[in-house]
């Protein structure tokens, strides 16, 4: 363990405290006393009466909760990050435990200790609360952010597969990220031992790709004491059951000490779609998979946002026939440099959405599908409240066999999720798997206009009911940024009767020569009063996500297809003169660039 005041450990307590001088950081690293920590170690527990400060000098820590219903991951902790700062400032009992779930070395100050340099330093008090009070403000986007892992290590499934192209792409992808990457294989190690290596990750000063080929289970199992994140990569048509070494490091037993698991699907260039994807579900017990085609660079870009926690996520409002206007949202989040990782949406986002995530945000296969999809005339109007309801429904149901076919969202390039109304339970049910049609039919079904989707014995509605724009489902990816679109409400057109007529009346009116009634006003209300408190959630969410816009539409109806076009438009010009305005600082895709 180095005990060296160092370039590097200057830097990592400078990033924390700010501009103090360099012989007062000096004090503070040689005041403290250095503790190393192996994996699964303690570093306190949860109602410990101690209130030392603690710095992360190298390692990664896990902050639990322990309760008699279970134990909840906090989050992780990396290097240069305080732990501790709260029980130091109001001497009350750790609210969590804190462990390492690698090799760790942590600065320890004591109360003592952090006095004496205050007293020398006061600019170390100003500093310190000047961090609790930054990390209080966050909003809960910036809470869940995690960050950037440090040691990756890449394990290939197949002993035959050759990721060495993989690997140089992620390298490459990353330092035009400016990540600086260093590439670790067996070789590395040579004759140097274990301890070696770990100094040679440490002192690197930023990513470490580390590649077991499964080859030398020794070598893979040291290489996991170290690991922040484990990347599995196989070959997307290779053989899906468990591989030796899945076995024999006993990767997917749950404990606390569970780094995350990313599998990575490995595909030829050029492939269309994806099928199947499911099978390497089974007995795995994975945070997430990522699909790649070799030679293109989205899925490259979108892999090396994932990994180091920079992710994009796209989250879309419901609201009918005008969810065309998502398809011109994202057209101009695309033209501005806007990449898109995730996508979820809530009825008509969810089918919009998840549309374009499966046409691979292709202008040309979106219009299309857009253009099959008014020609199906799936709209309804108020007549067929009452009558052909079921009939539309079934409609829709056909329309979207015909589009996605027998593919899973798991098939997608582009994760996705929507989410419906379990009206069974009476919560939010979210959808990441399944055949898609009949996941986006879940979610797209109004009540009253619609009759409900019937899964397993649970009946589902529409994703407005409970959740407009579901932001939160999206917090379980590795997102740093979430744009969200809402689409404006339905307002009731003016009549042109005192008495609302009979559905009898409205019957005869629809065959009669002269149209006696113009009724728009049910479908507009029923949805509106429908989605009155997902609405209102919609202003609490405002906070949780990076950008989050309103697409006026209140001059087009809510159930009208005719006009699709006009309302792509609108959606293209409305957001592209958002972005145009946005002020330059909050354009984090031009800032990351």
């Not at 400016?178 to 990750?201: A, D, F, V």
Request: glycine residues 6%; hydrophobic residues 40%.
């Amino acid at each position: 363990m180095k005990n060296k005041f160092d370039d590097h450990y200057r830097e990592l307590l400078s990033n924390l405290f700010g501009e103090m001088e360099e012989s007062s950081l000096k004090q503070i690293f040689e005041a403290g006393k250095k503790i190393e920590l192996d994996a699964g170690e303690y570093l306190f527990k949860q109602g410990d009466s101690e209130n030392e400060l603690y710095v992360v000098l190298s390692g990664r820590l896990r902050a639990i909760n322990e309760s008699k219903s279970g134990t909840v991951i906090l989050g992780d902790i990396a290097e240069g990050e305080p732990v501790g700062e709260i029980a130091l400032f109001t001497n009350e009992p750790r609210m969590a435990a804190v462990l390492a779930i690698r090799k760790s070395v942590v600065l320890e100050i004591s109360k003592a200790e952090y006095h004496s340099a205050v007293a020398k330093n006061p600019e170390f008090a100003s500093a310190l609360t000047r961090f609790v009070i930054n990390r209080m403000r966050r909003n809960v986007l910036e809470q869940k952010v995690e960050a950037i892992p440090k040691n990756i290590v890449i394990i290939q499934l197949q002993q035959d597969l050759n990721i060495d192209y993989w690997v140089s792409e992620i390298k490459r992808t990353l330092e035009t990220m400016h990540i600086p990457t260093q590439i670790l294989g067996r070789e590395s190690k040579g004759e140097k031992n274990y301890k070696e290596l770990s100094e040679l990750l440490e002192q690197h000063k930023g990513v470490n790709l580390i590649v077991c080929s499964g080859q030398d289970a020794d070598w893979t199992r040291q290489c996991l004491l170290y690991a922040d994140l484990v990347i599995l990569a196989t070959y997307f048509y290779a053989e899906s059951d468990l591989y030796d070494i899945e076995k024999e490091q006993k990767l997917y037993e749950n404990n606390i000490l569970n780094r995350k698991k990313y599998l990575l699907l490995l595909h030829p260039e050029n492939v269309d779609v994806s099928e199947n994807t499911a099978k390497w579900f089974k007995n795995r017990n994975i945070h997430l998979h990522i699909h790649a085609r070799k030679n293109n660079s989205k899925d490259m870009s979108r892999l090396c946002r994932i990994i180091t926690n920079q992710a994009v996520g796209l989250v879309l409002g419901g609201s009918g026939a005008k969810g065309y206007a998502h398809v011109g949202a994202v057209q101009a989040l695309l033209e501005a440099g806007v990449e898109i990782d995730f996508v979820g949406g809530s009825s008509a986002g969810a089918l919009y959405g998840i549309i374009m995530a499966f046409a691979d945000f292709q202008n040309k296969r979106i219009e299309a599908i857009c253009q099959q999809s008014a020609e199906s005339d799936l709209g309804i109007n108020d007549f067929f409240l009452t009558f052909f309801a079921k009939n539309s429904s079934k409609k829709i149901e056909e329309f979207s066999k015909n589009i996605f076919g027998n593919t899973a969202l798991e098939d997608l390039w582009v994760t996705s999720y929507c989410v419906s109304t379990d009206m069974t339970n009476n919560e939010v049910k979210i959808h990441s798997i399944g055949k898609v049609w009949q996941q986006v039919q879940e979610s797209f079904l109004s009540p009253g206009i619609f009759p409900p989707v019937v899964v397993d014995d649970q009946v589902y509605m529409d994703g407005t009911m409970a959740d407009n724009i579901p932001i939160d489902p999206m917090y379980r990816y590795p997102v740093k940024n979430i744009i969200a679109v809402s689409l404006s409400g339905s307002e009731p057109e003016k009549v042109d009767f005192k008495n609302v007529p009979s559905v009898w009346e409205q019957v005869k009116g629809k065959f009669a020569k002269k149209k006696r009634y113009d009724n728009p006003v049910i479908t507009t209300v029923m949805v509106n009063s429908m989605t009155f408190n997902s609405r209102q959630r919609e202003e609490i969410n405002k906070s949780k996500v990076s950008l989050f816009f309103e697409i006026n539409l209140r001059a087009v109806s809510l159930l009208d297809d005719s006009k699709w076009k006009k309302v792509v438009k609108k959606g293209h010009d409305q957001t592209k003169s958002y972005l145009e305005e946005l002020p330059q600082e909050e354009k984090f895709w031009i800032k990351n660039s």
